[in-house]
């Protein structure tokens, strides 16, 4: 029985046909690629050797790759040197890679629902350099401030006014900027001027008081404020001595025992200088002296006039008051991703409040009551009092 001839080629031979050069083959039993590029359209069977001839296309015929709909010519003489690799396939350069109808209904629908490319300010982590402080309760932070925005709900000042037949919100302006001078004169901690007006306006939203003892309720206040706050509180003589000796010592201790049990003692509320700490972090990663006595300047304004604390809470007036005082000195930009996110508070949220502080900023000069002004206009802390108001929030607010 005849059998049939293996074709054996020589590791040196060359195959030829027609006077054309074909690649030599390696060995007898290697099998072809499966897939040897953009050239060769169809596959060669599996197992099958490479021991056919190769078809020899025509000198000048330059074949065509089809890719998303664009054809392009591929030069097989001078191999990659006019072609680019493009998702594994070569295209010559200078043509773009066309759009699918998919990406373009997908960019459609983020730009109809607002959403764009454009990437965000990178949130900076306020926290990184007391890593290691353990009073700073850094692992504990985010916890505390949840809490104390969600008990502020609790202790907000409501509309009083209409219950109180013998004061309005002027002479309560007049009280708390009396008490202003008070704290300055007597050195206290900041912490103790905040928790004061606020014991002052819980107790006047729930006790009817009359003219003559507005001011007793100012001066025992900041005596319980002072004993929760300070370390060296003022005593009760200093007290009667600063009023004038308007009250004795006893009027004082009664009112500040009424005082007490009508708000059930409960005196561990977040006031707004809760919140100027930490927004006042996030807003100056490395320290700003100006800057923080501005916001220092704008919460003050804010919690001295009863518009502004009636109807904002204390997280809103400290956010607000660090939002006027970088419009105010122009920092740009004025409110970044990382204020937004340790506060809470868009842009768009603390316009309004903003606004009634510069608006009160613009008319401190001229006004009465100018505990806040004189303050803040010393050297002391920074003249910040005599910057001219944020014109474009002063436009926004007369409109």
């Given at each position: 029985?005849?059998?049939?001839?293996?074709?054996?080629?020589?590791?040196?031979?060359?195959?030829?046909?027609?006077?054309?050069?074909?690649?030599?083959?390696?060995?007898?039993?290697?099998q072809?690629?499966?897939?040897?590029?953009?050239?060769?359209?169809?596959?060669?069977?599996?197992?099958?050797h490479?021991?056919?001839?190769?078809?020899?296309?025509?000198?000048?015929?330059?074949?065509?790759?089809?890719?998303?709909?664009?054809?392009t010519?591929?030069?097989?003489?001078?191999?990659?040197?006019?072609?680019?690799p493009?998702?594994?396939?070569?295209?010559?350069?200078?043509?773009?890679?066309?759009?699918?109808?998919?990406?373009?209904?997908?960019?459609?629908?983020?730009?109809?629902c607002?959403?764009?490319?454009?990437?965000?300010?990178?949130?900076?982590?306020?926290?990184?350099?007391?890593?290691?402080?353990?009073?700073?309760?850094?692992?504990?932070?985010?916890?505390?401030?949840?809490f104390?925005?969600?008990?502020?709900?609790?202790?907000?000042?409501?509309?009083?006014m209409?219950?109180?037949?013998?004061?309005?919100?002027?002479?309560?302006?007049?009280?708390?900027?009396?008490?202003?001078?008070?704290?300055?004169?007597?050195?206290?901690?900041?912490?103790?001027?905040?928790?004061?007006?606020?014991?002052?306006?819980?107790?006047?939203?729930?006790?009817?008081?009359?003219?003559?003892?507005?001011?007793?309720?100012?001066?025992?206040?900041?005596?319980?404020?002072?004993?929760?706050?300070?370390?060296?509180?003022?005593?009760?003589?200093?007290?009667?001595?600063i009023?004038?000796?308007?009250?004795?010592?006893?009027?004082?201790?009664?009112?500040?025992?009424?005082?007490?049990?009508?708000?059930?003692?409960?005196?561990?509320?977040?006031?707004?200088?809760?919140?100027?700490?930490r927004?006042?972090?996030?807003?100056?990663?490395?320290?700003?002296?100006?800057?923080?006595?501005?916001?220092?300047?704008?919460?003050?304004?804010?919690?001295?006039?009863?518009?502004?604390?009636?109807?904002?809470?204390?997280?809103?007036?400290?956010?607000?008051?660090?939002?006027?005082?970088?419009?105010?000195?122009?920092?740009?930009?004025?409110?970044?991703?990382?204020?937004?996110?340790?506060?809470?508070?868009?842009?768009?949220?603390?316009?309004?409040?903003?606004?009634?502080?510069?608006?009160?900023?613009?008319?401190?000069?001229?006004?009465?009551?100018?505990?806040?002004?004189?303050?803040?206009?010393?050297?002391?802390?920074?003249?910040?009092?005599?910057?001219?108001?944020?014109?474009?929030?002063?436009?926004?607010s007369?409109?």
């Open positions: 029985m005849a059998t049939k001839a293996t074709l054996v080629v020589p590791h040196q031979q060359l195959q030829r046909e027609g006077g054309k050069k074909i690649v030599p083959v390696e060995g007898r039993n290697r072809v690629l499966k897939d040897i590029g953009n050239l060769v359209k169809g596959r060669a069977p599996e197992g099958k490479h021991d056919q001839k190769p078809q020899v296309e025509k000198k000048n015929k330059k074949p065509i790759v089809e890719e998303n709909g664009a054809t010519k591929v030069d097989q003489k001078n191999g990659d040197e006019n072609t680019k493009v998702s594994g396939r070569r295209l010559k350069e200078g043509i773009p890679k066309k759009k699918t109808f998919t990406s373009t209904l997908s960019a459609r629908s983020k730009a109809a607002g959403i764009n490319n454009k990437p965000k300010d990178e949130i900076v982590n306020i926290d990184a350099k007391d890593a290691d402080n353990e009073l700073a309760v850094v692992e504990y932070i985010d916890e505390l401030y949840n104390y925005k969600l008990s502020e709900d609790e202790t907000k000042v409501i509309d009083y209409g219950l109180q037949p013998d004061i309005n919100a002027k002479m309560r302006s007049i009280l708390i900027d009396w008490l202003i001078e008070v704290h300055h004169k007597f050195e206290l901690m900041p912490e103790t001027l905040y928790l004061t007006i606020n014991i002052v306006d819980r107790f006047l939203s729930m006790k009817v008081v009359p003219r003559r003892e507005l001011q007793l309720v100012g001066i025992s206040s900041m005596l319980l404020a002072s004993k929760y706050e300070e370390i060296w509180a003022p005593e009760v003589n200093d007290f009667v001595c009023s004038d000796n308007a009250y004795v010592k006893e009027q004082i201790l009664v009112m500040e025992k009424a005082i007490l049990v009508k708000l059930g003692w409960y005196l561990t509320v977040p006031t707004p200088y809760v919140f100027l700490v927004y006042i972090k996030a807003s100056v990663p490395d320290e700003d002296e100006e800057l923080e006595n501005m916001v220092f300047f704008f919460a003050e304004l804010g919690v001295m006039h009863y518009s502004s604390v009636i109807a904002h809470c204390a997280s809103a007036i400290a956010a607000s008051a660090v939002y006027a005082a970088r419009c105010t000195l122009e920092r740009k930009p004025v409110w970044t991703e990382t204020l937004e996110h340790n506060t809470g508070y868009s842009e768009n949220q603390l316009i309004d409040c903003a606004k009634l502080l510069v608006g009160f900023h613009s008319g401190a000069a001229e006004s009465k009551l100018k505990a806040v002004f004189k303050k803040y206009s010393s050297t002391k802390s920074g003249a910040v009092a005599l910057h001219s108001p944020a014109k474009g929030l002063l436009a926004e007369s409109s």
